[in-house]
């Protein structure tokens, strides 16, 4: 066993590539996805784009409140390879698909009578085939993700997201109404779907209903299920709630805000979920000795990327101004908070990965539950009475909630970074200040009084 441990960290630093691999492509993907939010934003009236942002959040909810585990299953399970059971776990994924294009429509009059907008009696029907589309793509990517296969796959996704964005622009641009999102949205959905099957022998696909691999799914998928629901609720509470309590215009340019903010999460929860969590799976190494062998390269990379972030809170006001005309510019303020709360749900994002390849996504259930109830309890009461500037303090108080909570849930496996992360956390919001000074110093901002006093006068 020491053996193992001492050898563990080469074994880290020599997937360094892989890491550069999901963080190269990321950023490639997070770059054309900006330049087609941009570009969105000049060809689209922004009610269009807050009316997408409610059928994506439904959307997503409809993906998350089903999921089973089928992707995780496969990383997880020993089995994972074997043809029956990657077959299985494919046939589980269409049958769902199916349930859920059946559910959609079903929901269709009562959605769109929640929300008194009557446009979604023909834009969900609509969108509806996708829940189609995502249960027939290929789990291909998870054996990938599973063989640690990370270059090939960054590559697909990379792929994916330039065709779907090359299509969003081009419908836009050929019919600037809410139908070139919806078709979009589909186009971009059913080719790579398609495209899916050739990153294996495609020959390996088959229906296949194994009782025993079900029962597998089932029992691991249970707590994905709980976590997926949890998750779905604590990330997408604002939108659904926000829909129906400001207007379409508002919501629109708060998704702006958003997608940036939401995009750097994603790149460490794909770092987990793509790195972190099949090599704890695959590792012996538990409790203490995984602390002291991953301690050090987790420091050393959150220093990385507290500088980072702190950077981008500093200029998330001007950036927005420079890229967006001033129908976009409340963006600037929603994105500076949205940021700041970005920094836990990083550490958060960490530590659930190294959850789930303990085998215990219970507590990544956990972590989301708090953050939700955190997030439930707190909106509806800031919202009317001081507006959505106040609101959005409520997401990061969850944040460091959630963070609360699996840190929490670590100490009981064995795992502690707090000292780690109240360093960390204190050098952050030293660097936040630092740096905004120095920027004001250079005449590329105001200062942080100037800046408080910018966050007051958004329409929020």
Known sequence: MKRLRLSLPHSWLGHFGSMGWITATYVAQQIVRLLSNILLAWLLAPALLGTMLLINALRTGGELLTDVGVGQSIVNNPRGEDPVFFNTAWTVQIVRGLLLFAVALALTIPIAHAYEKPDLLLLLPAAAPIFILTGLTSPSRFLLQKRLEIRKLALFDLASAIFGASVQLLLAFLMPTIWALIWALLIGVAVPAIASFFLIDWR????????????????????????????????????LY?????????????????????????????????????????????????????????????????????????????FIYLVYDARYHDAGFFLTVLLTGTWFSILASMAEAMMMGLGKPSGVALGNGVKFAAIACTLPILLPRYGLNAAMGAFVAAEAIRYAALTWRKRRAGLSFVRQDVILTIAFFALILLFREASSFVGLTGGVGDWIREGAQVHG
Request: no cysteine; glycine share 10%; proline share 3%.
């Open 204 to 239: 390996m696909h088959r229906l296949r209903w194994e009782k025993e691999a079900v029962h597998a799914i089932v029992h691991f998928g249970k707590w994905i299920f709980l976590s997926s629901l949890v998750y779905f609720l604590a990330m997408n509470f604002d939108r």
């Open 242 to 318: 926000f829909a129906d309590m400001i207007p379409l215009a508002l919501l629109g340019v708060y998704g702006i805000a958003r997608t940036f903010a939401d995009a750097v999460t994603e790149l460490f929860q794909r770092v987990g979920s793509f790195l972190i969590f099949p090599k704890i799976s695959a590792t012996g190494l538990r409790g203490a000795e995984l602390g002291a062998a991953i301690g050090p390269m987790r420091f050393a990379l959150l220093g990385v990327v507290a500088i980072g972030l702190a950077v981008g809170v500093v200029l998330a006001d001007r």
